[in-house]
Structure formats: structure tokens, C-alpha cells
């Protein structure tokens, strides 16, 4: 227990370490999220649109 | 193999289909290490304690603002003079993920300074570079947000990539000309101590990680981009048939 | 060249005769040094040392500022794409409404320039110093920010993503600029820095007018 006290406490400098690690954890994890979400949506954008035409008989692109 | 052999859209799609799990998976398995050898493996340095671990997250992402903007430059030129039909979409996928990086230099480097040299920040000369290179960055994403017309955007935002291309260097050459004119009374330098193995192994790790991240990304922003870029073509052909 | 010199003295007389811009450019200038003191106190020793500074961030916003009549009416009005026709390359009409709008700003600033040290009372050894930059740099600043102005020909109220993207580019200028002066302020040899802002203002003559071309030539497809 003593250890993770230790670990955490980083030297007397947690209040630097961890917002300095937490900050790129939270931005990357941040964009990560955004970049796949909208991706995924413009996926779903195309498949639908290419769906509508293919009901409605076009030919695709 | 030339340089249009990825020319073809869905050639790419299938390929970054097929590479953008594997990036993803690698990015967390190096992540993961990274932030273990950084965290509990590394030593504490003797001079700066255990602040010398914020290095490891500060560094590779100042390593990351650069080689993006080299990236965006690079794909700018081939979008420029080859007129590659992808080269300014990764151009564009880039952008943000490089300027999150150039942020992130910033904060960690800033909250770093904080213990070193008793202050948030000073006007040290790379900070100081990185902040402009910030700039950089959000000027060319202005720039593509601002022109409706996504060709022309795509055009103009290249030539604005290549003109900031040649400034860089400069601007980093007047900066540093700057500060040693202004040197700052103070001060332990950032470079610190002589990097040891025990810590060029954490850092090496978590800069490939970045660079996986950096990959799974534009991989991602791409494949969004060639989406919409569909749609809208397919949009504007129903309106005019 | 007879058109190239054409357009310069078309433009020289439009300028004259509108008038308007020149001034208000010169307002801005007198007014943004004139913000200084009142924001930081009227002691005249602290004014003299960040003069050159102070004049230097001043004229270079107020030459931004009017970088949007470098090109907008005349695209706005056709004539840009008249002159393409022309048979004169587009980096040369460029080329000459970038000295127009030196003629036009830089050179006003150049001359407005002591005046205003005197107002922040700059010591005497800084007036060469600080008339040389301004008179190598002020092109420069003129230079770059074409390829601003040209980039934004499209967007409309462009004003704001214009110094977005010209102000980083300024920055070796201002540097320059100001280390010139200042090395002279405190006796020391300016040549150095002298030399650095020409080698901008060199290097910027070939390469500004071709990168403006590119962009101007985007616009107007």
C-alpha cells in the first residue's frame, strides 16, 4: 500500500506528472473519438444514399 | 509502383480498411508500454526528481507538431504539382491531429516549466517556435473551413501549407535569434541532463505510439473525407439530372 | 513592362484620388502608439525602451490592415481577370500592386515613423536604425502579406483568417526590425540584423509575387 502511496504521490510532484499525462490521455482519446464517430457517420451517410438509389433503380455512381 | 497507384479511391479504402485495425491495435499495445516504462520503470532523474517523466509525453509530442506539419507539407506539394486526388485529403486529415499534438507540446510543456523554472511560461525559444507553429496550424485549417469550394480550398490551403513550409525554418532561425539577444536571467535548461538508455527506451516507445495513433487517425479522417467527398458528388449529380 | 507600369500608375492615381486609405492608414498607426502609453504609464524611460518594439508591432498591423485592397476591388470589379488577359504573367501584375501598396503604406509608415518615436521618446541613436528597417522590412511586410491577401480573394469578411494566417509569417520581420533598432539604441553594431531583414526582403521578391500568383489564379477559375 505503501508503494502505491509512493507511486502516485510522484516524488512530491503529482500535482505536475499526472495533469500533464492526463491532459494528452484525455485530447488524444478525445480526437480519437471524434475522427472514428464521424467517420462511422459519413459510412452510414453513404451506404444510405447509395441505398436509396439502388431502390429507386439508378445506377450506381 | 508510381506515385498514382493509390491514386484510385477505392483502392485506398481497401487498404486502409485492411491497415487502420492493426494501427489502432498497435497504438494501445504501445501506449500501454509506453506509459508503464515512463510512469513506474523509468528512474527519477537526480537533478529534475521525477518532473523529468513529463518528458516523455512532452518530447514525442513536440517530435509529432513537427513531422505533421512536414507530413501536411509533403502531401501538399504532391497535391500541388502531381495533383494526387488523395494527397490534399491527408493533407487535410493531418491538420488537426498535428495541431492536438503542437497543444499538447505546449500544455506538458508549460506545466513542466511550472517546477523547472518556477513559472508556467517563459519566452524560450522553442517554446515560443512551437507556438507559432500552433498558429500555423490553425491558420491552414481556417483557411480550408473558409473557402466553400472544397477544390479550391484543397488548392489554396497547399499553397498556404508550402509558403508556411519555407517560413518555418525562419521563423525558427528568428526566434532563436530573438532569445539570445533576450536570454532569459534564469534558469535551468529544459535540455537537462544527457539522455540515458534507461530513458531513451520510454521515450522511443511512446513516439512510435504516437505515430501509430498518428497513422489509425489519418487513415480514419481520410476514408470520412473520400465518404463526404462521394456524397457530395452524388448529391450534385441527382440535382443536376 | 509599359503595362506593368501602367498598372502601378493607375493604381498610384487611383489612390491618390480615393485618398481615403493611405490616411486612414496613418490614423491607425498614430493611434495604436498612442494606446501605449496610456496602457502602460508615461514614464519616459520605460517608453524609450520598448519603442522600437511598440513602433514596429504598430506598423505592421496597420500595413495588415490594409492588405485587402490590395487585390478585392479589383477582383471584385472584373478587372483583375481583364489583366490576366493581358499577356503580362500574373506574378508581375501582382508584383506591381504589391509596390503600389508599398507606395501606398509602407512608405507613408516610413516617413510617419520618427514622428512617433519622438511621441515615445526614443533615443537619438535609434532614428537611423529605425528609418533602415522600416525601409528594408516594410516591403516585406507588403510582400508576405499578398500571399494572405490573395488567399483570401474568395472569402468573404476574410479580414480576421487574413491576420490569422499573415501575422506568424510577419514575425521574422518584427524580430529583425526591432533587434536592428535596438542594437543601435544600445551601441551596438546593427549591421547584422540590418543584413538579416534585407536577406528577408531579398528572398521574399522572387518567391511572395509567385506564391500570390498561384492563389490569385485559384480565385479567379
Known sequence: MGNMEQFLSMGGYAGFIWPAFGIVLIVMAFLWIASMRSWRKSEQALASLRQHRRQRGDIEE | MSIHYFANPARFTRLAGRIQPWAGGLTAVLLLIGLYMALVEAPADYQQGDTVRIMFVHVPAAWMAMFCYTFLAVASAVALIWRHPLADLAAKASAPIGASFTFLALVTGSIWGKPMWGTWWVWDARLTSVLILFFLYLGYMALWEAIEDGQKAGKAAAVLALVGAVNVPIIKFSVDWWNTLHQPASVLRMDGPAIHSSMLWPLLIMALAFKAYFVTLLLARMRMELNLRRIRAMRLAERTS | ?221
Open chain 3, 1 to 221: 513592362m509599359n503595362i506593368f507600369l501602367a498598372i502601378i500608375t493607375r493604381d498610384l492615381l487611383l489612390a491618390v484620388r480615393q485618398g481615403g486609405a493611405t490616411f486612414l492608414a496613418l490614423v491607425f498607426f498614430l493611434l495604436t502608439v498612442t494606446l501605449f502609453p496610456l496602457g502602460i504609464g508615461p514614464e519616459p524611460a520605460i517608453l524609450a525602451r520598448v519603442a522600437p518594439g511598440v513602433l514596429w508591432v504598430a506598423a505592421l498591423l496597420a500595413a495588415m490592415l490594409s492588405l485587402d485592397r490590395l487585390f478585392q476591388a479589383d477582383f471584385e470589379d472584373g478587372s483583375l481577370e481583364q489583366l490576366t488577359l493581358s499577356g503580362l504573367p500574373i506574378s508581375l501584375i501582382v508584383l506591381a500592386k504589391i509596390i503600389t501598396h508599398w507606395l501606398t503604406t509602407g512608405l507613408p509608415l516610413l516617413l510617419a515613423a520618427p514622428v512617433l518615436a519622438i511621441l515615445l521618446n526614443m533615443d537619438n541613436e535609434g532614428f537611423a536604425a529605425l528609418l533602415l528597417t522600416m525601409l528594408i522590412g516594410t516591403p516585406a511586410l507588403s510582400l508576405i502579406g499578398a500571399i494572405g491577401a490573395a488567399l483570401t480573394l474568395t472569402v468573404r469578411r476574410g479580414g480576421v483568417l487574413l491576420s490569422l494566417l499573415v501575422l506568424p509569417l510577419y514575425i521574422p520581420v518584427l524580430i529583425f526590425g526591432v533587434s536592428g533598432i535596438d542594437a543601435a539604441v544600445h551601441g551596438l553594431n546593427a549591421k547584422p540584423h540590418l543584413l538579416l531583414l534585407a536577406a528577408l526582403t531579398v528572398a521574399a521578391i522572387p518567391l511572395c509575387p509567385w506564391a500570390a500568383a498561384a492563389a490569385v489564379k485559384l480565385s479567379l477559375e
